[in-house]
């Protein structure tokens, strides 16, 4: 299996700029997971989808953030516009299973930053 | 709401020393616990993790882990450290009532020195 696979790796952008980060997940799993990872703050779930409908998004942290799971196989997460304190490594997760106890598994993230 | 507390955000053993990281939670309800690892520009990487049933947890890479309900800990060890555990490690708890959100804490880097 390939695992969970983001793109792009790296993204610049310019401030107010909008930024698309992209996620597929693990063949067969049923929830994914959003996350940003930064200094000040280490891991914060953003969202998440559970059979592509999104469960709790109440980590978005504000309405330039919007996440979309159209389908089984892909995910997406946009900010518009995007600003500098956005810049952080977003990662995606998925795992099989309805238990709160599964294993997520982690994409390699997408290292943002916003001039 | 369940919390994680990970002492120590940067940890320094020789090699072949005992790793010991630590980890607390809170939970209003029995938690499931997890310690993950992270080498540099990569994603996260499952250790090893707690549901139910035997307090003492072993995982991948030597690591183990024990559940102690009444100190509320989660201490990830190993009983000699490799060059190549140098890496971030992150402990995370969920339980019935978070539905399936991790619940991370602030992460430990662990260096090895020779």
């Known amino acids: 299996d390939a695992g969970v696979i983001q793109s792009p790796r790296h993204e610049v952008t310019e401030m107010g700029q909008e930024v698309t980060l992209r996620c597929k997940p693990i063949?067969?799993?049923?929830?994914l997971f959003w996350y940003r990872q930064t200094m000040m703050r280490g891991l914060e779930l953003l969202i998440y989808?559970?059979?592509?409908?999104?469960?709790?998004d109440s980590g978005m942290p504000e309405d330039r953030f919007s996440a979309k799971m159209p389908n089984a196989s892909f995910s997406t997460l946009k900010i518009q516009p995007s600003e500098p304190r956005d810049s952080a490594v977003y990662f995606c997760?998925?795992?099989?299973?309805?238990?709160?106890?599964?294993?997520?598994?982690f994409g390699p993230g997408t290292r943002l930053t916003v001039l | 709401a369940q919390s994680v507390t990970q002492l120590g955000s940067h940890v320094s053993v020789s090699e072949g020393a005992l790793v010991l990281l630590r980890c607390n939670y809170s939970s209003s309800v029995p938690p499931y616990l997890f310690w993950y690892v992270q080498y540099p520009n990569q994603g996260l990487q499952l250790l090893l993790k707690y549901t139910t049933g035997a307090t003492l947890v072993k995982g991948i890479n030597g690591f183990e882990a024990e559940f102690k309900k009444s100190e509320t800990s989660f201490h990830l060890t190993k009983p000699s450290a490799h060059m190549s555990d140098a890496a971030e490690y992150f402990c995370a708890v969920s339980d019935s009532n978070s539905g399936y959100a991790l619940n991370f804490g602030k992460g430990t880097s662990l260096l090895v020195t020779p």
């Open positions: 063949s067969g799993h049923n929830s």
């Open positions: 989808f559970n059979n592509n409908v999104p469960i709790d």
């Open positions: 997760a998925s795992s099989n299973g309805q238990g709160s106890y599964n294993e997520q598994f």
